[in-house]
């Protein structure tokens, strides 16, 4: 069959049969993407290339909706920051416009009953990931990979499980968000977390199937989905009033909001480890890093941070991950997204013309990184939240912010890669 196999049993992504016409886009989008073919890692992006619209993110928001309309429960929603510079797109404003206020005042007007910015999870994934990334490298426990990607860790799982050691143990921030609104959060408001929903707001169809990993998570829905519930309920967006994201978990870093383009995790987590080892700000670079930014599906560098010097790579698409396997070894930190441009380009995102797609994507890290240098806080360190977050919570109650991974798939000897071997036996 000329097209990608979707199971019955995939959380992230369904075929309306009926719309189909077995054109083959999809296959050719998954061979070019992540070079293999029906064997999903839910990345999503045949959804966008998709010329009918017969695939679709597995819809979740009527739960969401039901949920709101059941005055039992605390129903509270993250945004993911990639959302925010692509809602637009469905409501007539220049691509990449960055409306995050605009997209808060939606959410309060749909009847959410909290509307969090999910940088305060990225900060925490920050936080984490920065002080893991020191640690390993003083025991040359090297490279590390990023962990944010949940189709990028089920790559790894599938297809070269012997590197699982060298993923990052760190939650996405996603999880990491869940779990803080299951715990922190419920306790600083005293709700039951049982009677809380949590909604994750995400560019992503991946993301569905990392929450049945999580489970703090309630739901996830993805910017096409809410711009569904947005019509469906008849709010005029384009007229909606600017409104703040709510305290506790609300505003995060400049650093937790580059997270939704390709190489903001890499830049943002430099920016930490810097401070941490050094006790002062970073150099002006670590704020303008232009060996990594773009949407280049391979960038490098290296780094000084003082106490030792890093090569980092940065990736997106995982076809640039087989690509480049066997030189993978000689970095100390590699960021890897399974979407081109990041999260920006996610398989959850609005549908635009498929030819201009790139110009979409373009225009949306564009204004990402505007926002980031108007904010005061670009450091994760720095957020006030954050600090509080770890002073009266955290580090007294012990929330699991890490994980660990399972290999999904039966190999032979030959099968199984590492990039470990020669690191190991020094």
């Given at each position: 069959m000329n097209r990608v196999e979707v199971k019955n049993e995939n959380v992230c992504l369904k075929r309306i049969e009926e719309k189909c016409i077995n054109c083959g886009m999809?296959?050719?989008?998954?061979?070019?993407n992540n070079d293999f073919e029906n064997d999903c890692i839910n990345c999503g992006q045949c959804i966008l290339t998709c010329p009918t619209g017969a695939l679709v993110p597995n819809y979740d928001y009527h739960k969401v909706l039901n949920y709101i309309k059941d005055t039992d429960y605390t129903v509270v929603v993250f945004v993911a920051p990639a959302v925010r510079v692509a809602i637009g797109d469905a409501f007539g404003f220049e691509p990449g416009s960055f409306l995050e206020e605009k997209l808060v005042s939606a959410l309060k007007e749909i009847g959410f009953d909290y509307v969090f910015d999910a940088t305060f999870g990225a900060d925490l994934t920050i936080m984490e990931e920065a002080n893991e990334l020191i640690e390993r490298k003083r025991q040359n426990k090297v490279p590390m990979f990023t962990s944010c990607c949940p189709s990028w860790v089920l790559y790894a799982e599938k297809y070269y499980p012997n590197i699982l050691n060298n993923i990052s143990t760190c939650k996405s921030p996603i999880a990491m968000q869940g779990a803080m609104i299951k715990t922190y959060f419920a306790d600083m408001y005293s709700i039951d977390k049982d009677k809380i929903k949590a909604v994750s707001l995400t560019p992503c169809i991946s993301k569905k199937y990392e929450r049945t990993l999580y489970p703090d998570t309630d739901i996830v829905i993805t910017t096409n989905e809410l711009i569904l519930m947005i019509k469906e309920l008849g709010i005029n967006f384009n007229e909606l009033e600017n409104k703040k994201f709510d305290k506790l978990l609300g505003k995060g870093s400049g650093g937790g909001l580059i997270f939704g383009v390709s190489g903001g995790v890499m830049e943002s987590i430099l920016r930490t480890a810097y401070y941490m080892i050094n006790k002062e700000k970073a150099p002006a670079k670590f704020?303008?890093?232009?060996?990594?930014?773009?949407?280049?599906?391979?960038?490098?560098?290296?780094?000084d941070l003082k106490e030792f010097k890093i090569k980092i790579a940065v990736i997106s698409k995982l076809t640039n991950v087989k690509k480049n396997f066997a030189k993978l070894k000689s970095y100390d930190f590699i960021e890897v997204m399974s979407c081109p441009g990041g999260c920006i380009g996610g398989g959850g995102q609005p549908l635009v013309s498929i030819k201009d797609l790139p110009e979409f994507r373009k225009k949306r890290i564009e204004n990402m990184y505007v926002d980031d240098s108007k904010l005061l806080i670009k450091e994760s360190y720095m957020n006030p939240e954050i600090q509080d977050a770890y002073d009266y919570y955290i580090n007294k109650k012990n929330v699991e912010l890490h994980t660990k991974y399972i290999v999904t798939k039966n190999f032979t000897n030959n099968d199984k890669i590492s990039i470990m071997d020669d690191r190991e036996e020094k």
């Open positions: 999809c296959l050719k989008t998954c061979k070019q704020y303008s890093f232009n060996e990594i930014r773009g949407e280049h599906d391979f960038k490098e560098a290296e780094v």
